[in-house]
């Protein structure tokens, strides 16, 4: 008994805190009414039951646990029927998930009330599963297949054998991967802001580490799976072997993955690593249809729409809505009623009956739309059937002229450029207080500080770096999708990263960044095959960030930089100014490894003229206006 209540105080502990952030981001099944012709239907069942902590064998022997919420009478009976199974996949402890409320996918009752059963599993590794945590490794990634053939089966006495999935994050890329190894009965998924790319959209985006999430997400799910597990009392040999896997994981995985890192060894580079934990080397195995969730400002803003696209693309049913979403805001779905289709748990719904049920929904398609994006710059919602359409054509703007430090900024422009060369000064204190030290620490900030003025204005942030600017516009320009800043660069130790804002300033001076890019100087290699170009306009490169590609520049060399600038969409409004602002630090977001950091610390150059043409690349919507 004493035991089991240190456990459950435990849990509550760590519930509470996730459940006041669940609390602050006022999340909500019951939301706006969409603008549809479509309804939800009401609740067939009054209560939920719970079973915990079934055990879910796996081929090699090892034992997962997973959470069972069945619908319930009214006495809290569960009801003999079977019914369509939606399962979660999650590394964060399924009794801590259950305890935060919605933000991490934990809260099933309104779908289970209306006749589906909930399955959510403890990864291997983690919460009370055995075996070791290796984030995604092979291994865990079968088992995704396995749990869901596991639902399917006609043993389980709850499952009528039809399939989904549900969940954010971690537990949209489980989706994935499990959809990947087409298990008999699932028929569709609901991701949200799932990642696509470890290497290049999360961990080491342009070359340097993410020291901003990365520590924060391994310590979450290492300290989550080091709490004793809640089958202690009832399985206690269970348990206790539960508990030795994790902390073996803790000490065989998470800090030497960290260490090594930093230290520069092979983790700090792309390779076969990363390969086996991107799912984006299966997404062609993918073939059910999926409903996926996005944010402009997420973890996952560069991965999740390649994801929705390639099964665009194949003919697979999928949508996808894009938010004004930090990674906390879009797990949550709570301002998701704001695209106009209805609240996340009305979406979920519609998705899974008419996927998994089988209910005639004629006006889905024409309901809600393939591509739902907030715009920026304007608060609307625009809606495509592709993410880059025939809409959008490739457009270029040159820098011109020469960006004064602590001065006046370059310029931007369609026209003829004016020769120029801006120094960028090494200022360990760049990115500090903007969006993206909130975007790459998950939200957490703006749940604390979000009324600090340099969240949302740059102008002082862009001081510690180079600026370049249009005049203001005569007419509007429309962004959509991935950009790339070509600059050619030289730096005085051979190295460095090139940090890359895109912002929309306004007639009153105030700068908003609508997205941003980087870029370590010795990762420049370019591999075309796997670069995205639009009308011959490379809008998305490519680099291998393997050790072999690896070389620093040499004394007074000039040298092109792609920066790829993750995908937005924004319109820049008459009055306004298109701008850029490239430093050379973004912190707390990315560091150097320690064998790189000496040659960070130096002076980059920006190089523009005729020989040293820099431009800023992107799909525009419509042709691109003249800008002088």
Not at 127 to 145: L, P, T
Not at 317 to 332: E, N, R, T
Request: glycine share 10%; net charge positive.
């Amino acid at each position: 008994m004493h035991a089991r209540t240190t456990v459950h105080r435990l849990l509550m502990i760590v519930g509470l805190a996730l459940g006041m952030i669940a609390a602050s981001l006022t999340f909500s099944t019951t939301a706006a009414t969409a603008a549809t012709t479509w309804k939800p239907r009401a609740a067939e069942y009054p209560k939920t039951v719970t079973e915990r902590d079934v055990a879910i064998p796996m081929s090699d022997g090892t034992i997962l646990r997973g959470d069972v919420v069945r619908p319930a009478d009214a006495n809290g009976k569960a009801i003999a029927k079977r019914f369509p199974v939606l399962v979660t996949i999650t590394a964060y402890n399924k009794t801590v998930v259950s305890s935060a409320g919605g933000f991490l996918g934990g809260d099933s009752s309104y779908l289970v009330k209306r006749g589906y059963v909930q399955l959510t599993v403890d990864a291997r590794g983690t919460g009370s599963s055995e075996g070791i945590w290796r984030a995604f490794d092979a291994r865990e990634n079968k088992d995704g297949g396995e749990i869901m053939t596991w639902a399917h089966s006609s043993a389980r006495p709850w499952s009528n054998g039809i399939t989904g999935m549900t969940g954010p994050s971690y537990m949209g890329i489980s989706q994935l991967w499990a959809a990947a190894a087409q298990p008999p009965g699932l028929k569709a998924i609901f991701p949200q802001v799932p990642g696509a790319d470890v290497y290049r959209d999360v961990v080491a985006s342009g070359g340097q580490l993410d020291v901003g999430f990365i520590p924060l997400w391994l310590g979450l799910v290492t300290s989550t799976g080091l709490i004793p597990p809640t089958v202690l009392a009832t399985s206690p040999d269970s348990a206790i072997k539960e508990l030795l896997d994790h902390l073996t994981g803790a000490g065989t995985f998470t800090v030497p993955l960290l260490l090594s890192a930093f230290l520069g060894g092979e983790p700090a580079y792309d390779g076969a690593f990363y390969k086996e934990r991107s799912v984006i080397n299966v997404i062609d195995k993918v073939k059910v249809p999926a409903f996926f969730v996005s944010g402009e400002y997420d973890l996952f803003q560069r991965g999740t729409p390649l994801l929705f696209e390639n099964l665009n693309k194949r003919g697979i049913p999928a949508k996808m809505i894009v938010g004004p979403w930090d990674h906390l805001q879009a797990s949550s779905g709570a301002d998701i009623a704001k695209a106009g289709y209805g609240s996340l748990g009305e979406l979920q719904l519609r998705w899974f009956d008419h996927y998994l049920k089988g209910r005639s929904d004629s006006t889905l398609n024409s309901d809600i739309a393939n591509l739902t994006y907030y715009e920026q710059g304007t608060g609307a919602w625009a809606k495509s059937t592709k993410w880059i359409g025939p809409s959008l054509t490739g457009a270029k703007l040159k820098l011109s002229g020469t960006s004064a430090l602590l001065g006046a900024p370059g310029g931007l422009t369609s026209g003829t450029a004016t020769a120029g060369t801006s120094s960028i000064l090494p200022i360990p204190a760049a990115g500090l207080c903007t969006r993206s030290a909130n975007q790459w620490t998950a939200g957490v900030p703006n749940l604390l500080l979000a009324q600090l003025p340099c969240f949302s204005d740059n102008q002082l942030n862009d001081k510690a770096g180079a600026v370049f600017s249009t005049k203001p516009l005569t007419k509007a320009v429309t962004v959509q999708g991935p950009i790339n800043a070509h600059l050619y660069a030289s730096s005085a130790g051979g190295d460095g990263m090139l940090s890359v804002a895109l912002e929309d300033e306004a007639p009153d001076g105030t700068v908003k960044r609508l997205t941003g890019g980087w870029q370590v100087i010795s990762h420049r290699a370019l591999d075309t095959s796997k670069s995205r170009y639009l009308d011959g306009v490379l809008i998305q490169p490519f680099h291998p960030f393997t050790k072999a590609a690896q070389k620093r520049l040499a004394p007074n060399e000039v040298a092109p930089i792609d920066v790829e600038i993750f995908p937005t969409r924004a319109k820049i409004l008459p009055g306004h100014k298109l701008r850029i602002a490239v430093q050379a630090f973004d912190v707390p977001h990315l560091l150097p490894t320690l064998p790189d950091l000496l040659g960070t610390l130096t002076v980059l150059k920006i190089h523009n003229s005729a020989t040293y043409p820099s431009t800023i690349n992107f799909p525009s919507v419509g042709t691109l206006p003249t800008i002088p």
